[in-house]
Every structure is written in structure tokens, then in C-alpha cells.
């Protein structure tokens, strides 16, 4: 067996408290990504037992309404607030993206690592939270309800509102990153598209966490001052805390998708063995994204009493979202277009992700037609169009980008074998599980619900057996993950044949990320150039 | 191959080479220190642009709540003392000279001059919340308290309540900045007298001045749209 490198950042010092107390961009990744597995896992098992539950085996019940109520809010806080926003930007991002721009290190280190324990102290109080009486409002925290229930609204929102500084910070630190640690010959346009995807993802962070930061502690004095902001009996406006909430949340929704679409914009040039189609439109449309995601939240109230004035508006916004995000899609296909294509785990990934992604995207356009809206809002449709944006779109991203840059991180390859044959499994249980929704919203199963009429029985049972094979698909995953983890077989610097800084590098990477001064050879997606000089490495 | 310029190679060079001269304030992973505090700057303006969004949306509570109830507010307005607060707006303002007049005196060399400006930029911040204490205390008598706890009959329209907890959260989300930068300005002092800052370093100094800046800034939004309604 090959060995590793003899001196990388994981071994370079050694002991735990160089970990707890490392200011390197790389461990403080490698910190978040264990952190966001095992949110991963939790926030699973929540999806598994909601599922369960919605099987009614033989008529039975497996848990009572009030705890399917808590189930359903903790899956749904635990995946958005503990686990998609930080994942791609926090763990791949704050690995990868001084390494791409050819810096040593963030801009802040240290605020890196601080943003790192934020992240651990507000995902405490969230876990914490569980334990004393979890909160049932669903993750969206809606008044008049959040502001009476008993369960334990408080703890759940105080974590979130201390996520938000996390994600905050992290925010800054890699603009700041992208504005002045660039290397000396890395113009705007030699980044590469992930470097692009992550600094609009970080832009809503910045522009849009802090509202949400607000809109929760005026939530938690409404419970414990009763400041009457939001309770209409003292002169307030329930409808104003959906508009507060989601003018962070739709843009959330973007800090989802927007760094998941640039690690697609790297997957597929390398395994399509050709230049990205596009860069700039990509490039573009990147920010184009984040700002219409500030001016579409409304789409979210078509039904609960905004003017409909303000609906026809925000209906007109949310379609112009399409735009950009279809460049997007046909520029990864006119990519693919006469490439040597090869199926690697990674790139099973990118093709799911561009399948559900349009499924899911094209969906949210039913969603926000206004006359269909009516039929459709708050049933299984909207959480089938979610998921298949949010899982299909994020999470495939976020899995391809974990495999491609696996060997990176630790320097060893996966079983590929057994990669393919998860990949595999997690694409057709997830659309086994999430495809049967769409029908079932369409004929009218209302989203959250605990019962239903036997009518919807067959369609829910199927949900449940596609989220079995969803489960079995993250199984071998981990199973083959964790084998490499301590038993993989030695990666090469550059296993894929990928031209961004990071593959002139060892795997694992040194300490001060190179060893020598980065050059830039080629652009980050010049495949045609070392085949043109005959080198082709 | 892209051929950087000759300037870029020794740029480069040094980017890589531990051995080069480093000036005692300079950060690893920055080649120079014009690049560190440049990089301190945008990062502390995103940070206040953060701050302003997290006000902004008290803002928008204030101005919903004020146009739904206009006499409310009116008549709400006048038991807030315009004179403590105008007392409070010129104490602030002149903290913020004299934090600018501490910058000023690092540039020039002179440790003392900054060690008293700091001071007394200090001295202005406990007396605008001493000042604040009184003007709570007096509504705390009263109970002119935020929403459910409010007590006093005296004041017409509706839901007074509301006025009032617009006015605690605003004035106290403030007040916890104001004494956030308290903290700054003492351990900024602490790094003064131990003599860290010169003429060619003093990002820390500079940045509390800006959040300085900002505290005064909301404030002074805060006064006409608080006490000045009518």
C-alpha cells in the first residue's frame, strides 16, 4: 500500500489540542463536516421515523400526534438550520476555497474558528431543546402559535439565532477571502465557479441571517414579555412575523442551492473532460440569483392575507428566478455536450442533481403561479418540490462534491464499486420517495398531517418503502466512507484529473495548503489546452 | 502559460518564503501589511452592514407600528424626557470626536494623548447610560412597560404598549452595543498602554472606532425617531 504524504495537515502538529484550538481553514473544515454528518444522521433518523409513522401498518400508529408534531419540527430545524447551511459553505467550502484561490488560509482565522464553536454552542441549545420538551410549530416557528405552545420554543430559536452568527461570520470571512487573498494572476474570471457560487452564497448570508437574528428575538420576547409585536389581541400582526421570517428564509433557500450548483459547476467539466460551457453566464447568474432571492419571500404568503397586488408581484419575481437558474442548467448540459463523459461516483452525483434539480425547480414554478398556488400550498406537493430542490438539488450536490474531494481530505480513495451502487440506490429511493408526494399533494394530502383517509394510504405506503432504500443507499455509504476513512487506498495529488489549485497539491494537502508557489498553468477548465500540448496531465 | 509580470514573481515569491523580513503585526497567510489591513476594513464594514440589517429590523417594526397608529405614537411620545435625551445625543456625538481624536493622536505618535482621548470617550459612554438609567427607572415607576406588563393609564390611542416596547427593545438592543463598546475601548486601552499600537499599526484602534461610530450613528436615528415624534 502506498503510504500518505509524510507531513500534511492532519498530522502536521499532532495531538488533540492542536485540533480543538487550530486556526487552519482545512481542520476547521474537517470539524464542521463531522459536526454536519452527524446532524445528517439525526435529522435522518427524524425523516425515517416521520415516514414510519405515515405507514400506519395495519391502522397502528407508531407515535402520538403531539410527538409526530415534534418529530416533523426537529427533522425539518435539525436539516436546514444544523445541517444545509452550513454544509457545503462551512465544511467543503472553508477546505477548499483558499486552497482554489491559491491563499493560505481565510482572511480571519481565528474568526474561522470562533465561527466554528458558535456553531457547536448553538447546535447545543437546538439538541438541548429536545430534551426539555421539543418545540411542535414546525421550522418555520409561525405566531400566533410559537408564542403559546408550552414545548420549548425558546432553546430552539436561541440556537438557531446563534447558528445565524455562525453562518454569519462565515460569510464575511470568505468575501473577504475572495476580494483580498486571491493569488497574484487570479483576475475575477480565472476563479473557478465554485469560488463564484460560494461568495453569492455568502453575500444573502451576510445581507439576509441578521434579519433573521431579529425576527427570533423578537419571537422570544414575545413569549416572555408579551410585547404584542405579533399577537393581534394587543394591537399586532401574525402575518408581519411571516414576512420578517421569510425574508431570511427564502433567501436561505438560496445559501442552499447556490454553493451546491458550483460544486456541479466543477464536477462536470472535470469528468466531462471539457471546458465549461458558459463561465461567465454561470459565473452570473450566480449573483444574478442571490439578488432576486431578496425579492421573491413573498411567494410564501399567497394564501395567508397579503394584498393581491403584492402577490401578483412577488408571482412575477419568483418566476424571474427561473431565469438564471436555467442558464445555469443548460450551460452544464451544452458542457456535456460531445465530452468523454466518465461515470464516476461524483458525476453520478451531477446527473442526479441535474435531474431533480429541474424536476424540483420546474415544480416550484407550478408553486408559484398564484390560481395554483391556491390548490396546492401546504400540501405534500410543496414538500415533494422541496425536497427535491433541497435533497436533490443540495444534498446530491453536497455528496458529489464529499466524494470528488475525498481523497483530498484524507488521501485516500472510496471503494468506487460500492460508490456507484449507493449513488444508485440514494437517486432511485429519493425519487421513489419524494415523487409519490408530488401526487399525493396533487390529490390534495395536506402537508404535516398525522392522519389521512385510506385513499392516500397506498401512495404514502410507497413514500415509506422509497425511504427504506433512501436509508439502505446512506448505509453503504457510510459503511465504504468510513472503511476509506482508516483503510483506503493511497490518492494520488490529483486521482480525477482536475486543473484547479487544489490538485497541484499533494492529498492530503501540507499545513500552508503548498508547497511550492502556486502557478497558474491553465484556467481552471482549459481541458483543451494540456491535451492541445500534448501533455494531458 | 500565463506569464505574470516580474512584479507579481516577487510578490509570489515572498507569498511562499517564510525566511523574508516580517513586520511584527503581520498574519501568516497575508504577504504584506497594506493586504491585512485592507482586509480588516471590508471585513469590518460587512460586519457593521450586519448590524444595520439586525436594527433594520426594529426599524421596520417602528415604522409599520408608527404609520398603523399615528396619535398613538403622538401622544406616546410625549412622556419620553426630550431633554435627557438630547443630553444623551450630544454626549454621544462628543464620544465619537473624541474616539476620532484618539485615532488621530496614535497616527502622531503620541501614546498619552490617545490613552486620554480613549478615556474620555470612555467616561462619555457611562454617562449616557447612566443617564439611561434614570430616564428607565422613571418609566419603571410609572409602568410604562413593554407590552403585557404595562401598567399606566395615562396615555391615549391605541395599545400604548406597543410604543413602549418599540422603545425598550430599540434603546436597549442600543444600550447593549454601547456597552459592547465599553469593552472595546477598555481593552483597546490595555493594548495602548502596553505600547502595541504605532503610527504604522493600529487596526484594532481603528475598527472600534468604526463600531463606535456606528453605536452613535443608530443613536442618533434612534433620538428624533423616539423622542421627537410630534
Do not use: C
Amino acid at each position: 500500500m502506498e503510504s500518505l504524504p509524510e507531513r500534511n495537515y492532519l498530522n502536521d502538529p499532532r495531538g488533540w489540542k492542536s485540533w480543538i484550538f487550530t486556526l487552519d481553514h482545512k481542520r476547521i473544515g474537517m470539524m464542521y463536516l463531522a459536526f454536519i454528518m452527524a446532524s445528517f444522521v439525526l435529522g435522518g433518523i427524524f425523516a425515517m421515523l416521520i415516514r414510519l409513522e405515515l405507514l400506519h401498518f395495519e391502522g397502528r400508529h407508531l407515535m402520538g400526534a403531539q410527538t409526530y408534531n415534534q418529530v416533523f419540527t426537529l427533522h425539518g430545524a435539525i436539516m436546514i438550520f444544523l445541517f444545509i447551511i452550513p454544509s457545503i459553505p462551512a465544511a467543503l467550502g472553508n477546505f477548499i476555497l483558499p486552497q482554489m484561490v491559491g491563499a493560505k488560509d481565510v482572511a480571519f482565522p481565528r474568526l474561522n474558528l470562533a465561527s466554528f464553536y458558535i456553531y457547536v454552542f448553538g447546535a447545543v441549545f437546538a439538541v438541548y431543546s429536545m430534551a426539555s420538551g421539543a418545540a411542535d410549530t414546525g421550522w418555520t416557528f409561525y405566531t400566533p402559535y410559537s408564542a403559546t405552545t408550552n414545548t420549548s420554543v425558546i432553546s430552539m430559536t436561541l440556537g438557531v439565532f446563534i447558528l445565524g452568527f455562525s453562518s454569519i461570520l462565515t460569510g464575511l470571512n470568505f468575501i473577504v477571502t475572495v476580494h483580498k487573498l486571491r493569488m497574484p494572476g487570479m483576475t475575477w474570471f480565472k476563479m473557478p465557479l465554485f469560488v463564484w457560487g460560494l461568495y453569492a452564497t455568502a453575500i444573502i448570508q451576510v445581507l439576509a441571517t441578521p434579519v433573521l437574528g431579529i425576527t427570533l428575538i423578537l419571537l422570544i420576547l414575545e413569549r416572555l414579555f408579551g410585547i404584542g409585536i405579533f399577537d393581534p389581541a394587543m394591537g399586532g400582526d401574525p402575518i408581519l412575523y411571516q414576512h420578517f421570517f421569510w425574508f431570511y428564509s427564502h433567501p436561505a433557500v438560496y445559501i442552499m442551492i447556490l454553493p451546491g450548483m458550483g460544486i456541479i459547476s466543477e464536477l462536470i467539466p472535470v469528468f466531462a473532460h471539457r471546458k465549461i460551457f458558459g463561465y461567465k453566464a454561470i459565473a452570473f447568474s450566480s449573483l444574478a440569483i442571490a439578488f432576486l432571492s431578496f425579492l421573491v419571500w413573498g411567494h410564501h404568503m399567497f394564501v395567508s392575507g397579503q394584498s393581491q397586488y403584492a402577490g401578483m408581484i412577488f408571482s412575477f419575481l419568483t418566476f424571474l428566478v427561473a431565469i438564471p437558474s436555467g442558464i445555469k442548467v443548460f450551460n452544464w448540459l451544452a458542457t456535456l455536450y460531445k465530452g468523454s463523459i466518465s461515470f464516476a461516483a461524483p458525476m453520478l452525483y451531477a446527473f442526479s442533481f441535474l435531474f431533480l434539480f429541474t424536476i424540483g425547480g420546474l415544480t416550484g414554478m407550478f408553486l408559484g403561479a398564484l390560481a395554483t398556488d391556491v390548490h396546492l400550498h401546504d400540501t405534500y406537493f410543496v414538500v415533494a418540490h422541496f425536497h427535491y430542490v433541497m435533497m436533490g438539488g443540495t444534498v446530491m450536490a453536497f455528496l458529489g462534491g464529499l466524494h470528488y474531494w475525498w481523497p483530498k481530505m484524507w488521501g485516500r480513495m472510496y471503494n468506487e464499486f460500492w460508490a456507484k451502487i449507493a449513488a444508485v440506490l440514494v437517486f432511485l429511493g429519493f425519487n421513489l420517495t419524494f415523487f409519490t408526494q408530488f401526487i399525493l399533494g396533487s390529490k390534495g394530502m395536506p402537508r404535516r398531517y398525522y392522519n389521512y383517509p385510506d385513499q392516500y394510504h397506498s401512495l404514502h405506503a410507497l413514500s415509506t418503502y422509497g425511504s427504506w432504500i433512501l436509508g439502505l443507499g446512506f448505509i453503504i455509504m457510510a459503511v465504504y466512507l468510513i472503511h476509506s476513512f482508516f483503510r483506503g487506498k493511497a490518492a494520488s495529488g490529483n486521482p480525477w484529473g482536475g486543473l484547479t489549485l487544489e490538485w497541484t497539491n499533494n492529498s492530503p494537502p501540507p499545513k500552508e495548503n503548498f508547497l511550492e508557489t502556486p502557478t497558474l498553468k491553465y484556467g481552471p477548465y482549459d481541458y483543451d489546452r494540456p491535451l492541445a500540448e500534448g501533455q494531458g496531465d | 502559460m500565463i506569464d505574470p509580470l516580474p512584479k507579481v514573481k516577487e510578490i509570489r515569491k515572498a507569498f511562499m518564503e517564510h525566511t523574508h523580513e516580517h513586520a511584527p503585526h503581520l498574519a501568516h497567510h497575508f504577504s504584506e501589511m497594506e493586504q491585512q489591513r485592507e482586509s480588516a476594513k471590508l471585513g469590518m464594514w460587512i460586519f457593521l452592514l450586519t448590524e444595520i440589517l439586525l436594527f433594520g429590523g426594529l426599524f421596520t417594526v417602528y415604522a409599520i407600528f408608527r404609520a398603523w397608529n399615528p396619535d398613538m405614537f403622538y401622544n406616546a411620545h410625549k412622556h419620553l424626557n426630550v431633554f435627557l435625551g438630547s443630553i444623551n445625543t450630544i454626549v454621544l456625538i462628543s464620544s465619537s470626536v473624541t474616539m476620532a481624536l484618539a485615532i488621530r493622536s496614535t497616527q502622531l505618535g503620541n501614546r498619552k494623548r490617545t490613552l486620554i482621548f480613549l478615556a474620555v470617550t470612555l467616561f462619555f459612554a457611562a454617562v449616557f447610560l447612566v443617564i439611561k438609567y434614570f430616564e428607565y427607572q422613571h418609566k419603571f415607576e410609572l409602568g410604562q412597560l413593554p407590552g403585557k406588563y404595562y401598567t399606566y393609564t395615562g396615555i391615549e390611542g391605541n395599545n400604548p404598549h406597543i410604543f413602549f416596547s418599540i422603545y425598550f427593545m430599540m434603546t436597549g438592543l442600543h444600550g447593549i452595543h454601547v456597552i459592547v463598546g465599553m469593552g472595546l475601548i477598555t481593552w483597546i486601552m490595555r493594548k495602548t498602554s502596553k505600547n502595541i499600537f504605532s503610527a504604522e499599526y493600529y487596526t484594532p484602534l481603528e475598527m472600534t472606532g468604526l463600531y463606535w461610530h456606528l453605536v452613535d450613528i443608530i443613536w442618533i436615528f434612534l433620538f428624533p425617531l423616539l423622542y421627537l415624534v410630534g
